[in-house]
């Protein structure tokens, strides 16, 4: 029996990373882009797990399957651990990758400690409620000026020790293979197979009963009635 999981994203990168990892099992991996407009979920939570969470519950009720969510972000010890869960929306709402780097290098200026991790969370959720959650860190350094083109994000301000480099100086697959975010779709890709017998489990629980027809047997559905 082939199982469903709903990526909550459009990023057809994460899809395609998704199924890479998960492509000795029986899943079929969609995204949001598979199905039509739907009401974006609200992260108002204090933390990643909150803000994941949120996120996969609100898909799975919609459309009545697993989804699965993930929230990250930076947090800078010298900032007491900003941006944290405001990452993608450090310098304003509408605030663009470049916007938000700009904005941190401003507020590390003279700080001497540049220590800081990234963090992801994911959250896969059934439509009754129940989720399970992998959560992975990745710790290094922010530097005074952006270095390199690739990557996304925070990525061009945070230097990697074991590289040597930023996160925008190497090739995806290379920071994949360390970043908060690979890990923890790793650790959700080695626990599949367990993972897809608890969503077996959770979905059919939250069928709805079958109907009781004793109810009905008094009825003589052989004779139109007028009311």
Not at 32 to 46: C, K, N, S, W, Y
Not at 137 to 150: V, Y
């Amino acid at each position: 029996m082939q199982t469903i999981i709903v990526l909550a994203t459009n990023n057809v990168n994460k899809v395609r990373e998704i199924k890479a990892l998960l492509h000795e099992y029986a899943v079929e991996v969609k995204s949001l882009a598979d199905f039509g407009p739907m009401p974006e979920a609200v992260e108002d939570g204090t933390t990643f797990d909150e803000n994941a969470y949120k996120k996969a519950l609100h898909y799975a009720k919609i459309l009545g399957l697993p989804c699965l969510a993930d929230d990250s972000g930076l947090s800078v010890d010298a900032l007491d651990g900003r941006p944290g869960v405001y990452s993608a929306r450090y310098a304003g709402e509408h605030a663009t990758d470049a916007d938000n780097c700009t904005k941190l290098l401003k507020e590390m200026e003279g700080q001497t400690n540049r220590n800081a991790h990234f963090t992801c969370v994911l959250s896969l959720a059934v439509p009754s409620g129940p989720a399970l959650t992998w959560e992975a860190s990745c710790a290094g350094e922010i530097l005074q000026e952006k270095r390199g083109e690739s990557g996304f994000g925070y990525d061009p301000v945070f230097f990697y020790p074991d590289f040597g480099k930023t996160f925008a100086e190497v090739p995806l697959e290379q920071k994949s293979s360390v970043s908060h975010r690979g890990l923890a779709l790793k650790e959700f890709a080695s626990e599949f197979g367990k993972v897809a017998q608890w969503l077996r489990q959770r979905m059919e629980e939250s069928k709805p009963p079958k109907p009781d027809h004793k109810e009905f047997e008094h009825n003589d559905w052989s004779q139109e009635r007028m009311v």
